[in-house]
């Protein structure tokens, strides 16, 4: 839901700026105290960190990890490796701790895109932590299409991590 709302909130700013007369300069130096993209972003993030996994605005917890919170789950990780935060990285990391055991039910498996795109987190999370744990997972996720031509690449590449 969180992926979803700031997609919503990012889409009206989008249009917003949109409206605004083409000879108009967007100060995207000067920012409303509080409204920076870092403060924004750290906001978002401790958010999500904060919040039980979601099922798409029902009571009840999700079955398997949603879309939308793989796609905040990933773009929080981008967001704490380009403003350097290295806490919030070890927070987002934590996050994925039960996974490993007591909530790995929740693991989508990957017979779908919606459910496919997951690996992306456990890769992610690799590439920032080094954690050994995490490619293995995430490379069940990367099955490249029989006939693609980067197919042996993509073999031989997940292969080295592993």
Not at 76 to 89: D, P, Q, T
Request: charged share 20%; glycine share 6%; with cysteine.
């Amino acid at each position: 839901m969180l992926g979803l709302s700031v997609s919503i909130l990012i889409g009206v700013q989008v249009n917003t700026c949109d409206a605004q007369s083409k000879t108009d300069n967007a100060d995207l130096q000067h920012f409303p105290k509080g409204c920076s993209p870092k403060e924004v972003g750290d906001r978002v993030t401790k958010h999500f960190i904060a919040t039980p996994h979601t099922n798409f605005g029902r009571p009840t917890p999700p079955k398997v990890l949603t879309y939308p919170e793989t796609c905040t789950w990933y773009g929080a990780l981008e967001f704490a490796k380009e403003s350097g935060n290295k806490e919030l990285v070890a927070q987002l990391a934590q996050r994925f701790e039960p996974l490993f055991g007591k909530e790995d039910t929740l693991i989508p498996i990957p017979d779908h895109v919606d459910y496919s795109v997951f690996g992306s987190v456990p890769l992610e999370l690799y590439i920032q932590t080094k954690d050994k744990r995490y490619p293995r997972l995430g490379a069940t996720f990367c099955r490249p299409p029989v006939g693609c031509a980067r197919r042996t690449a993509c073999k031989t590449r997940i292969q080295s991590i592993l």
